[in-house]
């Protein structure tokens, strides 16, 4: 298998790509679309394939473009895994996957790690903020800086 071949062009060619591989082998899948639009007018969406039993004790979630510009890795993951199969019946039966493409498609289509509100969504989704006041966060945060130049390089 060339891993390549999973990649995609752009966020278009990876959402088209991952609902014909769902629709392939008949997941339920949904489309959630955004009010942003992608770099040539297109439509955003978050889209969700769920296989597996309705009630299940055992949840795999893959998502994937939570920083959009990660969403090419995470959806060719998802494109790799979904090729193997023939059909939805060889999946494993006792546990539910739920796989959720471009968690950030502005972010994704316009090659960006925040969203159309310019959030980042890794670091913004917390309501509750006394965890900023904890030793470990102090020393997460601390180890990130150190990490920053290499994982944000300025080009």
Same mark, same amino acid.
């Given at each position: 298998?060339?891993?390549?071949?999973?990649?995609?062009?752009?966020?278009?060619?990876?959402?088209?790509?991952?609902? %014909?591989?769902?629709?392939?082998?008949?997941?339920?899948?949904?489309?959630?679309?955004?009010?942003?639009? +992608?770099?040539?007018?297109?439509?955003?969406?978050?889209?969700?394939?769920?296989?597996?039993?309705? #009630?299940?004790?055992?949840?795999?979630?893959?998502?994937? +473009?939570?920083?959009?510009?990660? +969403?090419?890795?995470?959806?060719?993951? #998802?494109?790799?895994?979904?090729?193997?199969?023939?059909?939805?019946? %060889?999946?494993?039966?006792?546990?539910?996957?739920?796989?959720?493409?471009?968690?950030?498609?502005? +972010?994704?289509?316009?090659?960006?790690?925040?969203?159309?509100?310019?959030?980042?969504?890794?670091?913004?989704?917390?309501?509750?903020?006394?965890?900023?006041?904890? #030793?470990?966060?102090? %020393?997460?945060?601390?180890?990130?800086?150190?990490?920053?130049?290499?994982?944000?390089?300025?080009?």
């Amino acid at each position: 298998m060339n891993a390549a071949a999973f990649f995609s062009i752009d966020y278009a060619t990876a959402r088209d790509r991952f609902r %014909e591989a769902v629709s392939r082998l008949r997941i339920p899948a949904e489309s959630h679309v955004i009010a942003a639009k +992608g770099p040539r007018g297109e439509s955003l969406s978050i889209d969700v394939a769920t296989i597996g039993p309705a #009630q299940c004790r055992n949840v795999v979630i893959l998502s994937s +473009g939570l920083h959009g510009v990660e +969403g090419f890795l995470g959806s060719a993951v #998802q494109l790799a895994w979904l090729a193997k199969f023939e059909s939805a019946a %060889e999946l494993s039966k006792p546990v539910k996957v739920v796989l959720v493409h471009a968690l950030n498609p502005f +972010g994704f289509a316009w090659l960006r790690r925040w969203n159309e509100k310019n959030v980042d969504l890794n670091r913004n989704f917390l309501a509750d903020r006394e965890f900023i006041s904890s #030793q470990e966060y102090r %020393e997460s945060l601390a180890a990130y800086e150190r990490l920053f130049p290499f994982l944000n390089p300025a080009h």
